[in-house]
């Protein structure tokens, strides 16, 4: 299985800031690679797919990068609405595996 | 307005069975694989099950093969979720969602998600 590991595990950070975190595959994905945005109670929601590209309907201000390994998601100008926890997750080889998270906190 | 909603969580004993449904509407249903993600409460997420979009092929995480059985009915817009021999470490919320864009047949991503049900491996 491909192993995702993101980092940090968790940042705090005041609105207004550029946020940036990192996801690392065990071997490469190519760019499958996709973001997803999660808050309590919540499941998943879709935030980049294929590395790079926003789902519909998610603000601007979210954007993805990378390819290969090293992938990442970066929030400019954070909003209260961000505070929440962001897993990557690989689509290249069975099973799907997900990283373990970044939990954005408010400073 | 797309929907996915889970049934059949609850509390079970260790070594017991339960099974999980999903009912889908607002897309067409028959189009799409459909995967089963566990998330162990304040811990991260776990691919489960993977069925094709006919239901002819199915994937499962070593840590539930022989154990769990995934299935579907395009007829009725469902997908189900057989566990057995459950064990204390099978405790999760579980969430059906669609899988689709993956580069082999059974990864892929999710932009369709349920609510998640709760199931709870306890004696």
């Known amino acids: 299985d491909i192993h995702m590991t993101q980092s940090p595990s968790s940042l705090s950070a005041s609105v207004g800031d550029r946020v940036t975190m990192t996801c690392r595959a065990s071997q490469s994905v190519r760019n499958y690679l996709y973001w997803y945005q999660q808050k309590p109670g919540n499941a998943p929601k879709l935030l980049i797919y294929v590395a790079s590209y926003l789902e519909s309907g998610v603000p601007s201000r979210f954007s993805g990068s990378g390819s290969g390994t090293d992938f990442t998601l970066t929030i400019s100008n954070l909003q209260p609405d961000d505070f929440a926890t962001y897993y990557c997750q690989q689509a290249y080889s069975g099973p799907p595996t997900f990283g373990g998270g970044t939990k954005v906190e408010i400073k | 307005e797309v929907q996915l909603l889970e049934s059949g969580g609850g509390l079970v004993q260790p070594g017991g069975s339960l099974r999980l449904s999903c009912a889908a509407s607002g897309f067409t249903f028959s189009y799409y694989d459909m995967t089963w993600v566990r998330q162990i409460p304040g811990r991260g997420l776990e691919s489960v099950s993977v069925?094709?979009?006919?239901?002819?092929?199915?994937y499962y995480a070593d840590s539930v093969k022989g154990r769990f059985t995934i299935s579907r009915d395009n007829s009725r817009n469902m997908v189900h979720l057989q566990m057995s021999s459950l064990r204390v470490e099978d405790t999760a919320v579980y969430y059906c969602?669609?899988?689709?864009?993956?580069?082999?047949?059974?990864?892929?991503?999710?932009?369709?998600w349920g609510q998640g049900t709760l199931l709870t491996v306890s004696s």
């Open positions: 069925i094709s979009a006919s239901g002819s092929n199915a």
């Open positions: 969602a669609n899988s689709k864009g993956g580069y082999d047949s059974w990864s892929g991503y999710s932009d369709y």
